[in-house]
Structures are given as structure tokens and as C-alpha cells.
């Protein structure tokens, strides 16, 4: 049956940047991967050979984060990579933030944005529905660069947290993958000692994750699978000295789910082989028919 072009409907939220409601057809998805990664840019991610890989590793789900880029800079191959039906929720400053999903089957709707106009302007969440699974690519913001970035992330924390809980709630199955810019636990880190003070590890950043789990319901996929793991469980490396040969990493990168479908993961991959950007692909497959 041809697919009819989408109905668009705008969210209004405070500030709203024109948040997009795309509905699409339905589809399934058995068994389902679904792979994430900050890319630190597209055009960078598409010059290292990411399309190559992506290829050889059949996911069903991408979500990328720090896409930097706007819709107009994105060429015919990363508005349809690998044949994929892609959307993006790109920030309104150039070469900045931005969030994606590709997806091997249409989703019934997609969702760009929260309704918060600070946090909309920069690109930072876009939500797929399919029948029962919702599909989430999420760049949280990174406090390191200023005190004054610090406070926005703290903003997007507190505007955030209650939105997870009502999205545990809805009775569907959701997954929210991407780059949280927080490393939950001393396992997530290599110098977890020496970063108790620094962004990205600090206590109350480290407070709100454990409410993800323990109050908003959410359950992180990786460290179910692989509760104790700690140098092979990072996803971050700073270009700074030589973190990457060192391996002086932290695990950034998540995927959280509800917990039927978290119950439905089978393998979690922190992919190492090749890099593509400053962070590794996650890959997690589910046993999983939506």
C-alpha cells in the first residue's frame, strides 16, 4: 500500500521552536539492534567511513547525537543512509548539538523536541512511535565548557526527569539511547577519583541518574547485561594526550529502556575496532516484535 505524504502538526511549548509531528506508516521490527553514537559531527562521521560500517553491522535503529549540522548541509546519503528512512531535530546555531534517528522500517509518528524552547533550540531530543515501541535519540547538554553551561545542564535535568517518568508510564515500550554526558558510577570512569568535582561525575549529576533508574523507572540496558565491566565499558575518550591509547575513558553513552524491554536484551557491544568519533557506537540487540 503506497505511504500518503506525512501530516505535520506543531507542539507549543514554552518558546516553541516548531517542534514536528510526522506520521508515517506502521511496521515491525524482529529481532531489532539498535546501535548509537555521538558522531561529533555528520560530515566528519561520513568521512571516517561510517556508512561502510553501519553496513556491514544491519541495524534496525541508529540514533546519532552532535550531528552539527543543519538540514540544508545534510547531502542525499545522510537524509537516507543506507536506504534508511532518517529524521533529524538539527539546533538553530550552525555546526551545533543536533539529534537523529534512522530507521530500516517508517514509524508512525516522530516527535522533534520537548516544548522547551531553550533546550528545543538546540537540537537535543527527537522521538519515534511505532505501534507499541517508542524510539528516543537524546543529547544531554555538557556542562564542561563554563559554570554557566553547567547551570543549563542542571536545567535540563530538573526539566527532563519528570518527562522520563511520565514516558515510563504511558504502558508502552520505550528505549531512550544517547549521550548523557554523565558517567553514573565509579565503574563508569577511569579516574573516577580524580573527577568528583569536574562535570560529567559530579555528585548531583551522579544523584540524578540513580533517580532515573530507582524513581523514573528506567533501566540501563548495559549494565544489566554487564553489570561489572569497567575498562571495556567506556564510550568517551577526550582528544586530549593520549586517553584513547590509554584507555582513559568514561561511559557516557546509554540506552535505557522500560523494564519489559530491557528483559529483551540479549548483547550489548561497545564497538572499538574502528572510531568514527571522539565516542564508540553502542550496539545492543533485543529479542523483540513490536
Not at 49 to 54: E, F, K, T
Amino acid at each position: 500500500m503506497a505511504v500518503s505524504e506525512p501530516l505535520i502538526l506543531r507542539i507549543l511549548g514554552s518558546g516553541d521552536n516548531g517542534n514536528n509531528w510526522h506520521y508515517p506508516s506502521l511496521q515491525t521490527f524482529f529481532p531489532m539492534r539498535i546501535v548509537s553514537l555521538n558522531l561529533n559531527g555528520i560530515r566528519s562521521a561520513w568521512r571516517k567511513q561510517l556508512p561502510d560500517w553501519l553496513s556491514a553491522q544491519h541495524p534496525d535503529i541508529v540514533c546519532v547525537q552532535e550531528v552539527k549540522a543543519q538540514a540544508t548541509d545534510l547531502d542525499p546519503e545522510m537524509r537516507a543512509p543506507g536506504g534508511m528512512h532518517a529524521y533529524y531535530h538539527c539546533a538553530e546555531k550552525k555546526g551545533y548539538s543536533g539529534v537523529g534517528l534512522w530507521f530500516r522500517k517508517q514509524p508512525d509518528r516522530v516527535i522533534e523536541g520537548l516544548g522547551h524552547g531553550e533546550f528545543d533550540s538546540e537540537g537535543r531530543f527527537i522521538r519515534a512511535d511505532f505501534e507499541r515501541l517508542s524510539v528516543v535519540s537524546l543529547y544531554l547538554p555538557s556542562g564542561s565548557s563554563s559554570p554557566e553551561r553547567q547551570e543549563a545542564k542542571f536545567r535540563f535535568m530538573d526539566y527532563f526527569l519528570p518527562r522520563l517518568t511520565e514516558m515510563s508510564r504511558e504502558g508502552r515500550d520505550i528505549i531512550v539511547c544517547g549521550d548523557w554526558n554523565i558517567a553514573h558510577k565509579e565503574i563508569d570512569l577511569k579516574n573516577w577519583k580524580s573527577n568528583q568535582k569536574n562535570s560529567g561525575f559530579l555528585p548531583e549529576e551522579r544523584a540524578w541518574m540513580t533517580k532515573v533508574i530507582s524513581d523514573a523507572g528506567w533501566v540501563d540496558v548495559y549494565r544489566r547485561l554487564h553489570p561489572d565491566t569497567t575498562d571495556d565499558c567506556y564510550t568517551w575518550w577526550s582528544n586530549r594526550g593520549q586517553a584513547w591509547a590509554k584507555n582513559v575513558g568514561w561511559r557516557l553513552d546509554y540506552q535505557m529502556a522500560t523494564p519489559d524491554l530491557a528483559a529483551r536484551a540479549k548483547s550489548a557491544t561497545i564497538w572499538k575496532q574502528s572510531r568514527f568519533s571522539d565516542h564508540a557506537p553502542l550496539i545492543i540487540d533485543y529479542d523483540y516484535a513490536a
